[in-house]
């Protein structure tokens, strides 16, 4: 493939939304390399791909906000086409060429092995405005990836789509029905990652309880864990969205027991009220969750819980939210996200009666927000004393470093800010805590740490 001037075309990937849309622009990264494209950063560029995100309201403005600008670089001549890739361009694979005429082709999620191809006629003048199929993206282009850097942390993708529909959720419109990946191909990225350095992988999935469940397969994913957990020189494997109904004692033991698994869990209740729960189409009820955690913190001595919340669902009474904001204070998550309903069209909650007003969303929203702020507070304060091992994943000048104990999951949780750190980034070290701000924790070396060589 070569541009009108002669060379290997410039292409700049934008990657928005999640750690699952992040992958996704490093399996495009490794395919157009493998036919003579060379990704840029930033600047000028023959082509220029946003990978969108289109699960809610803000995640799409902000697609729009960035294509737009791409689209008035374009106008100025430093790019000669836009691609607009990923889940937005799936999920409006019918309006979004009438609504932005800027953009010269339009590409699924599940439709980048052929992306390589389109280039080529794109700047060539040939390629068809829309090429979007409802599909998984397929096991073989998993092969190509190219991590973005060489730090010791990454996600690992174990499958894509959903079959829980949830009445609020747009995913399976917009990747499909659950596509778990095959074992050996999950094994062979899992090597590779750390190969290139991670010393931590985080398995991913819109729900990775469900791994292999469409095969008919049963404990596929402590099974695949407990391999993954075999690679030489990996130190920590983390779970992240794992559906509360599903976890059962194959996973609780796992978790006891496999030293490399980390005492963590991302686990997405929703709500708590027993109503609203029913309306978002989620199969358990309070009960099942309050049931859960108490096995969790008994059987798991340690363990960091997160969750996620959604306020202001069409029919959450002033008493489902106090229910909910009660849940929160007694329960004590270590971490949690919450987010105000967004009402998405095609699905069966946009039609629901007794829509909340959005300042009432967030308001209730806030209110969570605080109650969780002041619980983790009070976490941060106990671990003060406390020896943790810690990731290191950045070092600053004067013997500072910026890292993650174990139960701070990437991007989300918050990190430890060392003092006293000789080492190279990568290392995992023992490191005292010896105060807290906001979401972070100081600390300094540990007590075994002196005069010995950090892991």
Not at 127 to 138: C, D, G, M, N, Y
Not at 278 to 302: C, H, K
Not at 379 to 401: D, M, P
Not at 402 to 430: F, K, M, N, T, W
């Amino acid at each position: 493939m070569k541009k009108e001037m002669g060379g290997a075309p410039t292409v700049r990937i934008l990657t928005l939304g999640c750690a699952k849309n992040s992958v996704d622009s490093e399996v495009m990264t490794g395919l157009l390399a493998s036919v003579g494209c060379k990704v840029v950063p930033g600047g000028r560029a023959d082509v220029a791909i946003v990978n969108t995100c289109g699960f809610i309201r803000d995640a799409k403005e902000e697609s729009i906000e960035e294509i737009l600008a791409l689209g008035r670089a374009k106008e100025r001549g430093r790019i000669r086409r836009l691609v607009v890739a990923g889940c937005m361009a799936g999920r409006y694979r019918d309006g979004l060429p009438r609504l932005l005429p800027e953009v010269d082709l339009f590409v699924g999620p599940g439709d980048l092995p052929a992306l390589p191809g389109l280039i080529r006629k794109l700047l060539d003048g040939e390629a068809p405005r829309s090429h979007v199929v409802e599909r998984a993206l397929p096991d073989e282009a998993y092969r190509h990836r190219m991590p973005g850097g060489a730090g010791p942390s990454a996600y690992l993708k174990i499958l894509d789509g959903c079959d829980n529909r949830c009445s609020y959720c747009t995913i399976p419109a917009i990747r499909g029905p659950l596509a778990s990946r095959r074992k050996g191909s999950i094994l062979a990225e899992a090597r590779m990652l750390v190969r290139r350095g991670a010393r931590e992988i985080n398995l991913i999935g819109q729900d990775i309880t469900t791994y292999g469940a469409e095969r008919g397969e049963k404990g596929a994913l402590a099974s695949l864990v407990r391999e993954i957990c075999g690679i030489q020189g990996l130190r920590w494997v983390r779970l992240l969205y794992l559906y509360p109904g599903r976890i059962g004692d194959d996973l609780i033991d796992l978790l006891a027991t496999e030293e490399k698994v980390c005492r963590y869990l991302d686990v997405p209740v929703q709500h708590i009220d027993a109503g609203v729960l029913a309306r978002m189409g989620r199969r358990y009820g309070p009960e099942d969750v309050l049931t859960l955690v108490g096995r969790l913190r008994e059987r798991v001595p340690g363990i960091f819980l997160r969750t996620s919340l959604i306020v202001g669902f069409p029919g959450e009474t002033a008493r489902a939210f106090d229910r909910l904001l009660r849940f929160v204070h007694e329960t004590r998550w270590d971490f949690l996200g919450v987010f105000p309903y967004s009402r998405e069209e095609g699905t069966p909650a946009y039609a629901m009666r007794c829509q909340v007003p959005e300042k009432v969303k967030r308001e209730r929203a806030r209110r969570i927000q605080d109650a969780q702020a002041d619980i983790l507070s009070a976490r941060n304060a106990a671990l003060v004393g406390e020896e943790v091992e810690v990731l290191v994943e950045k070092t600053l000048s004067g013997g500072r470093a910026v890292g993650r104990h174990r139960g701070q999951a990437p991007e989300v949780d918050g990190s430890v800010l060392l003092s006293g750190y000789a080492g190279p980034p990568g290392r995992i070290c023992r490191a005292r805590v010896t105060g807290a701000r906001e979401w972070d924790l100081y600390a300094g070396p540990g007590a075994a740490e002196s005069g010995r060589k950090t892991g």
